[in-house]
């Protein structure tokens, strides 16, 4: 009887649960939708702002039928032979400029940004001596019992000029910098005058520690009145110098001092030049305001002092700087020094964070506008600095790097995290479309959801072939022959990037960036600078986690005391994580190390490789902290395990050992199998499920199956370059993974979604290949649409090689031929084909009977022709177009000008590409390949059975 109950209740538990599989939502797959911010944006250089209402629509409208989001305005230096036609940063008819552009945006669907200056850093010639970038000098003298200083209490400042590609003497430069009438042509990079430097302090030490301050005892003319008491005595005289960079690459109207970036005052007397001028415009359409980095210090010394440091250290630190100068110049024991110049740049990295980027913040949001800003480089905490940033910005290739800005965006909740994509990608007209994407995809891979490219310069219509260009770029313009090309990588990554910023990171660990080992750590540099491209601080188990597939983000120490536990997960403003992994390091403050081991009390594990840092930075009450430390390190019960130790500590526990994998695996971390296959990848949280980001650029086909760490009930791929999607074919291996099935072609890029419920979908179909491919040999007929310098003749061939090789005329064409031939289909109607195009430069549109297949950009040229549009005759048109490159030879061949402007002009990316003028040629270069070099083949294919495959 009892049995039968049993049954009976098995039975409508059954029942149950088939009436509510039945009622399950099932879903059907869709795109995300598109903004103009899920596209990629651009930097729009505006050359001397020489631009003209008829032109920024017409370049306006180029940009938006291309698949542009919108636009960063950056003016930057003039063009020779237009200097009439300059229009002066920030002046009124500057303004009305910006302000019809802000209309025609608008009316197109595009965004604009706008970058503060003209050029880069922030400055301008309103910027006068008082407000510019400092530098410290000292000087040191010794006095014994009863001595009097004979000499002056002074630092002559040395006269310095550094130009951009010439020579310039001090001569031939005005004070103040401002009332010089030719900086354009003087393109001035760094400028110092021979001057006395003011006198900051005078402080006497001797060997008993006392201390007497001096500096009311020197008069104005640098003379000191003070007999030495008794014993030996050290003087140090600081000096604040003019560290004199001046603004890089600006325009007319902004040429200048860089700003004091450390200062307040200075900040905000940048910014007040744009109120004055914006006042009377409509600028309502403006998005954000943007910072093109730091790099203040890419020149000869540091900015490394503002006139209230004194003040400022002491107010954050606790004690007088000036009582500890030996420390800081590097004259007492080696601890007290390292103490000292820690805490030095720990002031400086605040103020830089405290008077210039929370300042320039707030002023944005008072014009209801938000900042973008590239923090790297700079020589302070940058997490701290990007966080504070509306939309972190980041450039350059190490995953490091960009992971800067990606963390800080990550873990305080930023919906967009931006890129300076695809500067100096390699030399001038030799960047591939299939770089750009590859370029994107690293972005991508690493956290970056806002592609902006580097650049397009504004050209006016009517200016010849190449039009206006800027020196470090892809040359992302009309004029370049892939333009029409580029709108199917401009859809990819609007595509890719409406997934990734509709989402949450998940990222399983916090690593924490132990930048206090870096402040410790004296060097040739007075400031360490942070977020260049190696990153070295923690490079080793950076590397280590990447290759392994061990996803994190960075995180500073201001950011670990904000972080929470709940259910053992930590939680950041933005995200959730499963641990905190320390690296080996010898510094870490107090304030961290408790808030570390809060959260381990609270549920969180926190792991530290190889040992729990002792070591307190900075000098003030340094001795009862570090005691502090000992005694919670002290308080802990280490159990040994294999490999390493354990401590539970009320909820959590706290892991220390030497490899960091198996601390993870124990810890419930595991990497994922796609980065040891060399793949690159994102994993993020999205409503509908866990979502991954794959892309192949191992130069190896994947066909396998993938074990993947996150997954969900269903899972669909999307293809972001051809807009298809289906239902993933996925299983459980025999350790219970989830694994999905991936065919991949180098170059390739799936997007991977997970859904808690039943998709509605058509199998995504994989695809086996034949042995035997037909190669096409009939006759091709190849026709010069568009480009030049002129429009050859057609061509018919069958024959398949460069067209550059053809003859001296299709030499130096650069731009787009039609190559057509016919083909036969005995079995048309029944099968699909790979078309294998071969060798093809660059780009390959592919038609099939009138109807267009797609656009290929490579590495990879194949595409399956479907077997609805095959015939038992078929024409096939591929509409192949080269790089730029050739017809860039025959003009250097010739000495054509197209190099006309001022500052840098058009510089080369390698030394061998140096003109004798100083620019860029490519008048050694041997004409480059060219068009449809093939064999073109066809391949059946046959879709695999994935019931079988399973």
């Not at 130069?699 to 074990?707: H, L, R, S, Y």
Request: glycine share 6%; with cysteine.
């Amino acid at each position: 009887m009892i049995q039968a109950i049993n049954l009976n209740r098995s039975f409508i538990l059954i029942f149950v649960i088939l009436i509510f599989s039945s009622c399950e939502k099932t879903i059907v797959p869709q795109w995300p939708e598109q903004t103009n911010e899920t596209k990629p944006w651009t930097r729009w250089w505006w050359h001397g702002s020489a631009v003209d209402k008829t032109n920024l629509t017409a370049n306006l409208e180029e940009l938006a039928e291309a698949g542009f989001g919108g636009v960063e305005i950056t003016p930057i230096y003039d063009v020779k032979g237009y200097e009439d036609q300059s229009i002066s940063f920030q002046s009124a008819k500057w303004m009305e400029m910006f302000e019809f552009t802000l209309q025609e945006a608008k009316r197109l669907g595009l965004g604009v940004d706008l970058a503060n200056a003209s050029g880069w850093p922030f400055g301008g010639p309103w910027i006068d001596a008082e407000h510019a970038c400092k530098n410290v000098h000292y000087k040191k003298y010794h006095l014994k019992t009863g001595e009097q200083l004979k000499e002056k209490v002074e630092f002559i400042q040395p006269s310095l000029v550094r130009a951009v590609n010439k020579k310039v003497d001090i001569s031939e430069v005005k004070f103040p910098i401002s009332s010089n009438t030719n900086l354009q042509d003087l393109a001035l990079d760094q400028v110092r005058f021979e001057k006395p430097l003011p006198l900051q302090t005078l402080m006497a030490f001797n060997e008993q520690g006392e201390t007497i301050d001096l500096t009311n005892f020197v008069n104005a003319n640098g003379i000191l009145d003070w007999t030495a008491p008794k014993g030996n005595w050290d003087l140090y005289a600081v000096f604040q110098g003019w560290h004199g960079k001046m603004v890089e690459r600006a325009g007319t109207g902004g040429e200048g001092n860089v700003i004091d970036h450390f200062s307040e005052e200075a900040t905000k007397l940048f910014l007040a030049d744009f109120d004055k001028n914006a006042k009377d415009f409509n600028l309502s359409g403006l998005r954000a305001f943007f910072n093109d980095s730091y790099e203040v210090d890419d020149a000869y010394g540091d900015a490394n002092w503002t006139p209230r440091f004194f003040e400022e250290f002491e107010k954050r630190r606790g004690y007088d700087l000036k009582t500890t100068l030996p420390a800081l110049f590097g004259d007492l024991d080696e601890e007290t020094n390292r103490r000292v110049l820690c805490d030095y740049r720990e002031t400086i990295s605040d103020l830089l964070l405290e008077k210039f980027t929370a300042v320039w913040v707030n002023w944005a949001e008072s014009h209801k506008t938000i900042v973008r800003n590239q923090a790297h480089g700079s020589p302070a905490a940058i997490l701290d600095l990007y966080e504070a940033s509306h939309i972190p910005e980041t450039e350059g290739t190490s995953p490091m790097r960009i992971k800067m800005a990606t963390s800080a965006g990550h873990t305080s909740g930023k919906p967009l995290i931006a890129c300076e994509a695809a500067t100096w990608l390699n030399e001038h007209f030799l960047s591939t479309l299939a770089d750009v994407k590859q370029n994107a995809d690293n972005y991508l891979r690493n956290g970056v959801n806002h592609i902006v490219y580097h650049g397009t310069p504004y050209s006016p219509q009517q200016e010849k072939w190449p039009g206006w260009m800027f020196y470090a770029a892809v040359h992302f313009a009309p004029t370049n022959t892939w333009w029409n090309d580029l709108k199917v990588v401009n859809k990819y990554i609007a595509n890719c990037q409406s997934f990734m910023q509709n989402s949450t990171p998940d990222n399983d660990i916090l690593l924490y960036f132990p930048i206090y080992d870096a402040w410790t750590e004296r060097d040739r540099n007075v400031l360490p600078h942070f977020g260049g491209s190696n990153e070295e601080l923690t490079a080793e188990i950076s590397n280590e986690l990447l290759a392994r597939g061990l996803s994190f983000d960075y995180i500073s120490d201001r950011q670990i005391r904000k972080l929470n536990t709940s259910n053992g997960k930590i939680q950041a403003a933005g995200a959730d994580y499963k641990t905190i992994v320390v690296p080996s390091c010898t510094a870490i403050p107090l304030e961290t190390l408790k808030h570390l081991f809060t959260l381990a009390q609270n549920g969180s594990t926190i792991i530290f490789k190889n040992e729990i840092p002792v070591k307190v930075p900075g000098l003030n009450n340094f001795e009862s902290q570090q005691a502090e430390v000992k005694k919670l390190i002290g308080e802990l019960e280490f159990q040994p395990k294999e490999n390493y130790q354990s401590a539970t500590i009320d909820n959590g526990q706290i892991m220390v050992g030497n490899d960091v994998k198996i601390l993870l695996n124990a810890s419930g971390v595991y990497g994922e199998e796609l980065a040891q296959q060399e793949l690159w990848y994102n994993r993020v949280e999205r409503q509908e499920g866990t979502c991954y980001f794959i892309s192949n650029w191992t130069g190896n086909e994947m066909d396998k199956w993938i074990t993947l760490q996150k997954s969900g009930k269903t899972a669909v791929w999307f293809n972001p370059m051809n807009n298809t999607f289906g239902k993933a074919c996925t299983q459980k291996n025999s350790e219970g993974q989830t694994q999905v099935y991936l065919q991949l072609k180098p170059g390739e890029t799936l997007i991977l979604q997970w859904y808690s419920n039943q998709v509605e979908a058509e199998d995504y179909p994989l695809w086996e290949p034949a042995d035997t491919k037909k190669e096409l040999t009939g006759e091709w007929e190849i026709t010069f649409e568009k480009g030049g310098p002129t429009l050859p003749v057609s061509i018919k061939t069958n024959e398949l090689k460069s067209w550059s090789v053809q003859s001296e005329e299709l030499q130096k064409f650069s731009g787009t031929a039609s190559y057509k031939t016919n083909f036969k289909i005995a079995e048309s109607g029944d099968n699909n084909y790979l078309l294998d195009l071969g060798e093809v430069h660059e780009s390959a549109e592919v038609w099939l009977n009138e109807h267009k297949i797609g656009t290929l950009i490579g590495p990879v040229y194949q595409i399956i022709l479907p077997k609805e549009l095959l015939q038992a005759h078929n024409t096939l048109e591929l509409k192949v177009t080269n790089l730029m490159a050739n017809r860039i030879i025959d003009m250097d061949k010739n000495q054509v000008n197209y190099k006309k402007f001022y500052n840098i002009n058009f510089a080369a990316h390698d030394r061998e590409n140096v003109g004798t003028n100083g620019t860029f040629t490519a008048a050694y270069w041997e004409p480059l390949l060219s068009g449809l070099l093939g064999p073109v083949r066809l391949i059946q294919l046959t879709e695999k059975d994935q019931k079988q495959l399973k």
